[in-house]
Each structure stands twice: as C-alpha cells, then as structure tokens.
C-alpha cells in the first residue's frame, strides 16, 4: 500500500512556504485575527518557546481558512498532513494483521476534530487508497471517556453511574 504525497511544489522549502504565508499574509490575502510578526520572528519565538500553545493553534486555523479559499500551499500541507495520518492507520493494521475492510479508524486530536471538511475529505481519499474499505471516524468524546467506563465496568458499577457519565459528553441539543 502506498500513499502518494503531495505537500510542496517543485524545488519549494520550509521557509519558501513560509515566506508565502507571510507574504499572503503582507498583502491581505490572509486575515489571521491576530497580528503575525515576520516569520522569522516566528521561528525564533518557536525555538525559544516564548510562543504559547494557543497562538500555535491558531496558525492551524490560519492554515486551513487560507487552504478552503483555494491557496495551493496550504492545500498541500493539508493534504500532506492527511496523507501521514492514513499511513500511520495502514501500517497500525498492517502490524496487527486486520485486513482493513470494515475497519473503522478512529479520529482524535484537536487538528482532527475541528472537523475541517478540507482535512476529512482529504483523509478519506487516502484512506481509500491506503486501507481500501476502512472508514474514518471522527472522535465525539474525550479518550478520558472510554477509559472511566472500562473502569466502572471493571469494579462492576451499576448501570446509573454509567448513564451519568456517558450524559457528560453528550453535545447539548
């Protein structure tokens, strides 16, 4: 199985794709909601670690509104980063002997489940070529969730102390 990738153009560097953010960025093509100092501010706050985590989130949400208005770069950092997700699901299956039909892969993370159509369409279309017939999952609850009802199977809780926990993650209507 082999997941082609596709994440910089021809002869393109780290700091070419930077450079093209912060110049969509100069030119108003991008529209942030915060300021973003010169990438090379960025790199070197990074290293630093004087960037919190926060203002790093927000770049990924910079990335994929700039990718749904069409930019080809932040595209390929989109779909580069579904095609490493679909590999690592292909090899986990590989390792555990499942033929991958009717396997569902289940997604998490904050990147995954911001839900970005971009970002989904893309996993599914490599997971199709990866691991044809597995299907992508989206995680709707916390992995905290699973774990806290193992345990409350395992000590034999009843019924009611699960129907509570479970009714903590549902979405409010």
């Keep these: 199985m082999t997941v082609r990738t596709q994440y910089q153009p021809e002869g393109s560097t780290s700091l070419d794709l930077a450079n093209h953010v912060e110049a969509a960025i100069g ?14 501010d960025v790199a070197v706050a990074v290293h630093k670690r004087d960037l919190s985590e926060a203002d790093l989130h927000r ?9 749904a208005q069409g930019d080809q770069v932040a595209r390929s950092l989109v779909d580069r980063q579904a095609a490493e997700i679909c590999v690592m699901a292909a090899a986990a299956m590989r390792q555990l002997s ?8 289940v997604l998490g993370g904050g990147l995954l489940e911001s839900r970005d159509p971009l970002l989904l369409s893309a996993v599914s279309r490599h997971l199709a070529e990866a691991a044809p017939g597995a299907t992508a ?18 000590v034999g809780a009843p019924t009611a102390p699960k129907l509570r ?9």
Aim: hydrophobic residues 50%.
């Design 27 to 40: 030119d108003g093509t991008i529209e942030p909601g915060f300021r973003l100092p010169p990438i090379r």
């Design 59 to 67: 770049l990924t949400s910079v990335l994929f509104t700039v990718a």
């Design 98 to 105: 499942m033929a991958p039909a009717g396997v569902p892969v």
């Design 137 to 154: 999952r989206v995680l709707d609850v916390p992995p905290v969730a699973g774990a806290a009802l193992l345990g409350l199977d395992y």
């Design 165 to 173: 926990l479970r009714a903590c993650y549902r979405p409010a209507p």
